[in-house]
């Protein structure tokens, strides 16, 4: 993975004495608080309804054992011994002091780790394919790319003062696992008729209050000239995106106001300008990069293992596991471990300090000392070899993490709700419990197959509600919490919002709907169809039927 | 060069005046930081009003919104001491380009800091016009704004009443290094990095 030199190593400590800095003229008076809150959230903290809220920025999902060891140190340290994954793949800590925060960042800098641009209107971590590198249907590995716009975005004066948060994610995939059409630019790899690569650039895409689909706004763009055209979307964004209302300043209002057509010749018009200058990049720049992130130094192996493929027969939970939580790998021999952070009755993404050095110890065993984090909030081991399964899944069942349940109804996305988040209508914590408790039987899981349950406690969308086959959302009616659910939204390739299913069901009903619409699917599926593709086959209808059918 | 399109929110015919967007006060500092110097200040920067004549001006160093300098320019080229010109965050730089030649000083008054337009401005002015003049930023422009704004064009600052400017000073050497170009005429990382290797 990427190793910080010289200067990586500077920008980041300066900035945490920058901070540290800023912290104590605030709490020697000063620097009042309204000055440090934009400050602060440029450097990942928030303040939340009981406490301050820090991210820690993990680029584009990717961690070494040294630096999850190190999170848990913190979150043992300075929190509560136990840290939430988010769906941006970084990781937040919910109890941090905030004189204590400096050290805390000074900490992670040993690591080669920060919480820059982690929130406020900038631009934020990029995000990327938790499969990278490894999976089947990869046409270039996308984390070179990502780290390339992480160094140049980072602390660029020009954009640190936006009108709204500014997200970028990169694929490199047939799948598309980083929703790419979701956020305000999405870089998805291509090759043009010369076979050089580049990217088809979308913009505009994001969810919160006004979800909208991300747009092309150039179907190639050869990689040598990303950061440019990044920067000339960047610039007319800064320059035209509305400032006099924070619901309407993401630059995917500005895409719609103006008409891709309009929006993107001015970008055209602003990149011409100093399209090939300094911002080019050369061949040698990737293929540097490209060296930070080789193929780690796998053994020649044969598909397949006896023994693990004896004791998916004897055992129904190791064959659970292996069915759900791990995927084909490139490399003949080798598998793609899914860390579930699912586990019955807990929130959804977290870990404790413990199950995070357990994780950082099995990666620097089996899996050359990397683990990823996933948009979903799970965690990847991405080199394991197929003989050392049956070990992997002791070890993690042992700390609480093999619940074989990725990718299925119980694998679900979940914001912090009414629990955390002063922003909330009603609680997603204790519905996704409600979920869980439902559907305890594995085997139906199992039957059911790939459903993405999403969830947010509000229409602020943290949860990705609009993208879920089953999406919920929280809403507040005369203070009552009551729950709005839509069919048929997916983040990747064939990206959709979800419909509306019909008006907010009550708290306790939330997990009999889910059941209703579950029990639709089963009986009309046909084949191996999933959730998602039944419904866009027969519609919103039968689900709605049954679902407000027992209604007096 | 591609023609430069006129987009939805960019009226040049008919300019705004007293929007939001334009300081609403007149701003005089006794103190302003020149190149990472303090130096006493006495510029009186004029508030961009519907009424605004080029009678109401004061005498001295002055600077007036650009609306004013384009309406009375040769009346104003004809005042002794300073006339700078004010870019508010809500007009575009490439709207005046043939006026720079003529203009001592541009000021980039500041609404409220989290505005981050004047960056561009700034910017802009300096790698696409080629703006070598003062560019000095005023309004909500305090410590913490100062690096970023030095990298992006501007050179001179005048911080609010109650600010420590002796204190902001340490803005200038926060951080010693830099990732990517702005008008600082840094270079890209990666270019450095070709250098090396
Ligand atoms: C705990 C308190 C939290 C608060 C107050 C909060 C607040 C918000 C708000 C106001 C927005 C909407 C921004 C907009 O309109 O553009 C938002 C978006 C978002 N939040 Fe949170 N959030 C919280 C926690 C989280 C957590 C824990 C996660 C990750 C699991 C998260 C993930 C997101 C994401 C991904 C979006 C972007 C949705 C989009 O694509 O536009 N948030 N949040
Ligand atoms: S979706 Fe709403 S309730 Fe949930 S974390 Fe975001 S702002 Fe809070």
């Known amino acids: ?552 | 060069m591609a023609t430069t399109k006129t987009v939805a929110n960019r009226a040049i015919k008919a300019r705004a005046k007293a929007t939001p967007d334009r300081i609403q006060n007149d701003i005089l500092s006794t103190k302003a930081i020149v190149n990472q110097q303090i130096v006493g200040n006495a510029i009186h920067h004029v508030a961009e009003t519907e009424e605004l004549t080029s009678r109401d001006l004061p005498k001295g160093d002055i600077s007036v919104p650009m609306n004013l300098w384009l309406d009375h320019k040769t009346e104003l080229q004809a005042r002794t001491g300073l006339v700078a010109v004010q870019i508010a965050a809500d007009e575009f730089p490439e709207d005046f380009a043939d006026e720079y030649a003529d203009i001592p000083m541009i000021v980039l008054p500041m609404v409220a800091h989290i505005d981050g337009r004047s960056y561009s401005h700034a910017y802009k002015l300096r790698t696409r016009f080629n703006y070598k003049g003062e560019i000095r930023a005023i309004g909500d422009v305090k410590y913490d704004q100062l690096s970023f704004l030095t990298r992006s064009g501007c050179n001179a600052f005048e911080l609010p009443a109650g600010e420590n400017l002796e204190t902001a000073l340490n803005a200038f050497s926060e951080m010693s290094d830099v990732y990517q170009p702005s008008a600082d005429g840094g270079a890209l990382i990666f270019s450095r990095r070709r250098a090396v290797h």
Not at chain 1, 21 to 43: I, T
Not at chain 1, 159 to 185: E, M, N, S
Not at chain 1, 265 to 289: C, I, Q, R, S, Y
């Open chain 1, 1 to 552: 993975m990427y190793k910080y030199d010289a200067v990586d190593k500077t920008i980041v400590s300066d900035r945490v004495e920058q901070f540290r800095g800023q912290v104590s003229r605030h709490l020697a008076g000063e620097l009042s608080a309204a000055d440090l809150a934009p400050l602060r959230l440029r450097n990942g903290l928030y303040m939340q309804i009981h406490a301050h809220m820090l991210r820690v920025s993990i680029p584009y999902g990717l961690l070494s054992s040294e630096q999850m060891h190190a999170l848990a140190q913190v979150s043992r340290q300075y929190d509560k011994g136990y840290g939430h994954f988010t769906t941006r793949q970084n990781i937040q800590f919910n109890w941090p002091e905030l004189a204590d925060v400096p050290d805390i960042l000074k900490d992670l800098s040993n690591v080669e780790m920060h919480a820059i641009q982690t929130s406020g209107n900038c631009i934020r971590n990029i995000s990327s394919d938790h499969y990278a590198g490894v999976a089947t249907d990869e046409i270039i590995d996308p984390r070179p790319y990502c780290e390339i716009i992480r160094q140049w975005s980072t602390l660029h004066p020009e954009f640190y003062w936006l009108p709204r948060k500014f997200k970028i994610a990169v694929t490199g995939a047939t799948q598309d696992r980083a929703a790419v059409k979701f956020h305000d630019i999405g870089l998805e790899v291509v090759h043009n008729d010369a076979n050089q690569v580049g990217f088809r650039v979308y913009v505009g895409g994001g969810l919160g209050r006004t979800p909208v689909i991300g747009k092309v706004i150039k179907e190639f763009l050869p990689r040598e000239d990303i950061l440019s055209y990044c920067e000339a979307i960047l610039r007319v964004y800064n320059l035209h995106g509305r400032r006099d209302n924070k619901y309407k300043a993401r630059i995917k209002i500005l895409v719609n106001a103006m008409g891709i057509d309009d929006f993107r010749d001015e970008v055209e018009a602003e990149w011409a300008h100093f399209k090939d200058g300094e911002l080019k990049l050369h061949d040698v720049d990737f293929e540097t990069m490209q060296a930070f992130f080789p193929k780690p130094a796998y053994q020649e192996l044969e598909s397949g293992d006896e023994r693990v493929a004896k004791w998916r027969d004897l055992d129904d939970r190791f064959k659970a596991w292996y069915d759900n939580n791990t995927v084909d790998h490139i490399q003949p021999g080798y598998r793609i471990v899914n860390i579930s952070l699912k586990e019955h009755g807990v929130a959804p993404g977290d870990a404790t300090d413990s199950q995070m050095d357990a994780i950082a110890n099995i990666a620097e065993q089996f899996s050359f000392g990397e683990i990823r984090v996933t948009h979903e909030q799970n965690l990847v081991l991405a080199d394991v070899r197929e003989q050392d399964l049956l070990d992997i899944w002791k070890a993690l069942d042992a700390d609480r993490l093999a619940t074989p349940n990725i990718g299925s109804v119980n694998d679900m996305i979940c914001c912090p709700g009414l629990d955390f988040c002063s922003l909330a209508n009603a609680s997603s914590i204790s519905v996704a419990k409600q979920i869980n408790e439902k559907f305890e039987d594995f085997e139906e899981l199992y039957n059911i197959g790939e459903v993405k349950l999403k969830m947010s406690g509000c229409m602020n969308a943290c949860g990705h509600h609009h993208v879920g086959h089953i999406g919920i959302l929280g809403v507040d009616k005369k203070g009552e919490e009551w729950y709005q659910l839509t069919v048929g939204g997916d983040a990747s390739n064939n990206a959709a919002l979800g419909t509306h299913l019909g008006k907010a069901i009550a708290k306790d009903k939330v997990s009999d709907a889910i059941g209703d619409i579950l029990d639709v699917y089963k009986d009309l599926r046909s084949d191996d169809e999933r959730l998602l593709d039944t419904f866009r086959r027969v519609g919103i209808d039968p689900f709605k039927e049954k679902v407000y059918s027992e209604e007096v």
